[in-house]
């Protein structure tokens, strides 16, 4: 019983460099271990995070996630039972949003900053294939 997950929250305080690879070096130990795949986006204090794999494991993760200190306002955007899944190429990838085209953020929302609590889950998950497909994802599968 695969599902996939998607949330969104905001970073306590500036989020530097060193805490985003702290958090992705930390999921990349952890999530090949209870078969957890997925991406992490990060922009202007806000993350989006897709997690697939087993419902138990997902569930479990995404409550750990939520209770952690570094982050606020985690608010669950998406959760479906899924049949294969779409990210299964990274234990945890970064969408590098450096490569991100403004045009594609406008496509999906009022204005050209990632917001995911203007919008409704379904446009977030949109807006997340596209960062997928179009800017790069850093980082090691
Ligand atoms: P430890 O790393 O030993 O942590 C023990 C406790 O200390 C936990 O409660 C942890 O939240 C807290 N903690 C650890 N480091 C810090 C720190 N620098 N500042 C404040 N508190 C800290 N974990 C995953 O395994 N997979 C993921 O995909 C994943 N995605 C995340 C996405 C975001 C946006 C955030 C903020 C965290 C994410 N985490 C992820 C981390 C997760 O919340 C837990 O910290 C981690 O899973 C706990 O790992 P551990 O059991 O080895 O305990």
Redesign the pocket.
């Known amino acids: 019983m695969l599902v996939r997950l998607m949330y969104a929250?905001r970073?306590v305080a500036a989020t530097d460099q060193d805490?985003l690879l702290?958090?992705?070096r930390?999921?990349k130990?952890?999530?090949p271990v209870?078969g957890?795949t997925?991406v992490?986006c990060?922009s202007e204090g806000i993350?989006l995070?897709v997690?697939e794999g087993g419902r138990s494991a997902v569930n479990r993760?995404y409550n750990?996630?939520?209770?952690?200190?570094?982050?606020t306002q985690v608010e669950l955007l998406h959760y479906e039972e899924i049949g294969e899944r779409r990210f299964a190429g990274w234990s945890?990838g970064q969408v590098n949003m450096a490569r991100l085209n403004p045009a594609l953020l406008l496509k999906y929302s009022e204005t050209a900053t990632l917001d995911p609590y203007a919008v409704s889950g379904a446009a977030s998950l949109a807006l997340f294939e596209e960062l997928v497909a179009t800017a790069a994802i850093v980082g090691q599968p």
Request: proline fraction near 0%; avoid cysteine; hydrophobic fraction near 50%.
């Open positions: 929250s970073a805490s702290a958090i992705l930390k999921s130990a952890n999530n209870i957890v997925g992490l990060y993350f995070q997690l993760l750990q996630i939520a209770a952690d200190k570094r982050h945890m």
